[in-house]
Structures are given as structure tokens and as C-alpha cells.
């Protein structure tokens, strides 16, 4: 349970980080506060040649609001999030999702960014974002990009991030007062990764998400089409048929709980 | 070999250390404070937990290279810490250890939940000590410690 060899690298600026991924011999990997990458590479399941930490990188810290968008740097930590510092009815649904991410002692460390671009199927946020909505912004060589959650990660542990770039932000939308929000997991003890996750938010437009699925959480539009005309709750059962369209791969009881954690969401959004 | 620069329980230290070195292998083997224990080695069972710049976290899953510059208290550094003061004695009091590796883990925790949380529940406490196992007394002479601490803290 000791990391294999590695070689570190501090660096104090974006540029600094981009320029260590661009000269890099070898597996190269980012680590802002390294609460999903240091246990993978204690177990070994992660062996990178190159550690690039921009757990001191200025700039990535910010939670700033403008014009109907909410900018968060990715090295923002859970904590953060869950003490407040996203406002609104965005933060209040943050709130609730960060505070059931591990345990506080791992919250500290653990940030927004990180946990987004390392896009662990049963990790809360790539679910809890793909349902809120907006996406991320990529910094590379020839500067920045923005690409929308919708199709950002492709597969377990695989996004849309090139080798040679660092996802700097998260960009959501601000959810107005009469938004609603019900987010469900189902887990066996708090804190714990994910059996099945569903997320629910009903904005400018209704987004319902199956997540903690194997591979990447999906959109379900058949939900999303019944929440549009109304509807304020979902039977299991008709939860059953609409994951099934898209089929996901589960078996029985992975369908029952993904059907189970959707109905509920949809519960909780309208309780 | 890396350099590293940081203060643990208020003494300044200077070293040179391998980047796979976590911090808990290194305040136990390096700086021989062995009161911090070490169980999953994967962030989950909490017996690592020590503060960094006064923050609870994960020993085992934070490489040494990156306190580079932070304060660490570790269960030796509470001497003068009253919440901790407060925390000892009422584990003592409630049977809130048996065998003992967990405790260290568990105080540090348990200060944690007292000092920000100070209107938390039985419900609340109990949530917040998901992340540290224990695996003798169980936890209810843990969980009536930290209430009698909140109690003692609010009267």
C-alpha cells in the first residue's frame, strides 16, 4: 500500500504546470489535492512517472458570479462547497452533494476540479454536474476552451482533457428561485463511493441523470420529457423502463437501484 | 530526493525525502511521532488523521513533498489544546477505547466535530464519524464522548 517511484514537480503558476505536462518524459499526471489519485497510486492502480502538483497554483481558487454563471477554479475544495461558498439555489444544491463526498478529513483536501477531471463513474460530481449543466474550462498552450458537460466524459476515468492541457474551472449555471433539485445516492455507509446515483434538476430545463453507472452518467430525456409536462413524480417501475432504453449494461438489481435512486431524486425535487 | 520545509507540532523541519514518501511514513518512521496510526493506507478507516494548517486530514493519502510548507499537528501536539483536553478526558470517562489505534484518528475527529460544529446532534456526530472505523468498543462510548464534550462546550 506504498505509491510506486515517481518524480515530483511543484509548480507555482499555470504556465509552469502546462510547461511541466508539455516537457514530460513519460506518464505525466496533475494532482491538485490528490484525494482519489494518492489512494490509486497507494493501491498501484495509478503508477505515473511524473507528478505534477498545483496544489499552491493561484489563480484556480476562486468562486466568482457573474451574469447568470457561476465560475468555480478547479483546485476549489468539497469542503468549501459544502461550508457555503457557491451561492444560491446552485450552492445549495452543492452543498448537499458535497457534503455526502467521503468524510470531511478528505473534503479538505479533495477539490472540485480533481474530481472532475479523474471522472470516476461513482464519484458525485461528474453526476451531480451533468445534471446541473454548463461545463468546464481547459487551459492549454494555445490558451483556454470551454466544452459543456454533455459529452465531456466519455467513459470510466476517460473526458474530453488532451494530454497537454489542465482543467482549470467548472462554469454552472445560477439556478433561479423556483428551481428545484432532488439528488439521490445510494450507498451502504455515508461518505462511501456510490452504488447508483440519481440528480435531478429542473432549471431553465428539466436535466435528469443516471449516474454511478460503469462507464459515464447519462442524461435520461424520456425523465426529462415528463418532468417538461409536469410531472412531479416517477414511478420505480417506470424508472426501470426509461434507464433500460438506453441500455446501460446492468443487471437486475444494478437497474432496480439506479431506478430506485432516480425515483427518489425525482421525489426529493418536488418534496 | 526532494526538499521539504514544514512545522510540525510547532518545531520547524528540514528534510530530504523520496516523493512517494506519504506524510504519515514520514512523521512516524522519519520524525518518530508514532502516535499517528496507519490501517487502510486508502483514505477510509481515519486512524491517520492529523491537522494540517488546523484542518483534519488524510496522512496516509497525502505524500510528504506536498506539506511543504504547512503546519502539521499530530496527536502529540494537543498538550495545550483544550478542546483536546476536554476530548482525552471524556474518551477516559465513556470507555471510548479499548485496543487504541483508532483513538488517535478518532480525537483528532472528534475535536474537529466539537470546535465546527458546536450545535451538533447524536444524528449529526455519528454522520461526521463515518470516516473513522473502529473495530472494538463500536461507537457509542465514542459518540457519548464527543456529546459530553459539546454539551460541557456550550453550558
Known amino acids: 500500500m506504498k505509491s510506486a517511484k515517481f518524480d515530483h514537480q511543484r509548480t507555482s503558476s499555470l504556465e509552469d504546470a502546462l510547461a511541466a505536462l508539455g516537457g514530460a518524459d513519460g506518464e505525466a499526471r496533475i494532482m491538485g489535492g490528490g484525494q482519489s489519485l494518492g489512494p490509486m497510486m497507494n493501491l498501484r492502480l495509478a503508477q505515473p512517472d511524473l507528478l505534477i502538483d498545483i496544489s499552491r497554483v493561484s489563480g484556480l481558487d476562486g468562486v466568482e458570479e457573474t451574469a447568470g454563471t457561476i465560475r468555480i477554479g478547479a483546485r476549489v475544495t468539497h469542503a468549501r462547497i459544502e461550508d457555503g461558498e457557491v451561492p444560491g439555489v446552485t450552492g445549495a444544491y452543492m452543498r448537499t452533494v458535497a457534503s455526502g463526498i467521503s468524510y470531511r478529513s478528505v473534503r479538505n483536501r479533495g477539490t472540485i476540479g480533481g474530481s472532475v477531471a479523474h471522472a470516476d463513474p461513482s464519484a458525485d460530481w461528474p453526476s451531480a454536474l451533468l445534471a446541473l449543466g454548463g461545463g468546464v474550462v481547459i487551459a492549454g498552450q494555445d490558451g483556454e476552451r470551454r466544452t459543456s458537460f454533455d459529452g465531456f466524459q466519455t467513459g470510466p476515468f476517460a473526458t474530453g482533457i488532451g494530454y497537454q492541457e489542465i482543467l482549470t474551472g467548472v462554469e454552472l449555471p445560477t439556478l433561479g428561485a423556483d428551481a428545484k433539485w432532488g439528488y439521490y445516492k445510494v450507498n451502504r455507509k455515508p461518505g462511501e463511493f456510490a452504488d447508483a446515483i440519481g440528480a435531478i434538476v429542473i432549471g431553465a430545463e428539466p436535466r435528469a441523470v443516471c449516474g454511478a453507472t460503469e462507464s459515464a452518467p447519462f442524461r435520461v430525456p424520456a425523465i426529462e420529457e415528463k418532468l417538461a409536462g409536469g410531472v412531479t413524480e416517477l414511478s420505480i417501475s417506470d424508472a426501470r423502463d426509461m434507464i433500460s432504453a438506453h441500455d446501460p449494461g446492468f443487471d437486475d438489481y444494478e437497474l432496480q437501484i439506479h431506478a430506485v435512486a432516480l425515483s427518489r431524486a425525482v421525489g426529493r425535487a418536488f418534496a | ?155
Do not use: W
Open chain 2, 1 to 155: 530526493m526532494t526538499e521539504l520545509t514544514l512545522k510540525i507540532n510547532g518545531e520547524d523541519v528540514t528534510a530530504n525525502v523520496e516523493p512517494r514518501l506519504s506524510l504519515a511514513d514520514f512523521i512516524r518512521d522519519h520524525r518518530r511521532l508514532t502516535g499517528t496510526h496507519l490501517g487502510c493506507e486508502h483514505g477510509v478507516c481515519g486512524a491517520c488523521t492529523v491537522l494540517m494548517n488546523g484542518e483534519p486530514i488524510r496522512s496516509c493519502i497525502t505524500f510528504a513533498v506536498v506539506a511543504d510548507g504547512t503546519e502539521i499537528t499530530t496527536i502529540e501536539g494537543f498538550d495545550d489544546d483544550e478542546p483536546m483536553a476536554q476530548m482525552r478526558q471524556a474518551f477516559h470517562e465513556n470507555h471510548a477505547l479499548q485496543c487504541g489505534y483508532c483513538t488517535p484518528g478518532m480525537l483528532v475527529a472528534a475535536r474537529d466535530i466539537v470546535t465546527r460544529l458546536p450545535d451538533a446532534d447524536e444524528a449529526r456526530v455519528r454522520l461526521e464519524l463515518a470516516g473513522n472505523l473502529c473495530r472494538c468498543t463500536g461507537y457509542v462510548g465514542i459518540v457519548n464522548a464527543i456529546l459530553e464534550v459539546l454539551e460541557k462546550r456550550r453550558s
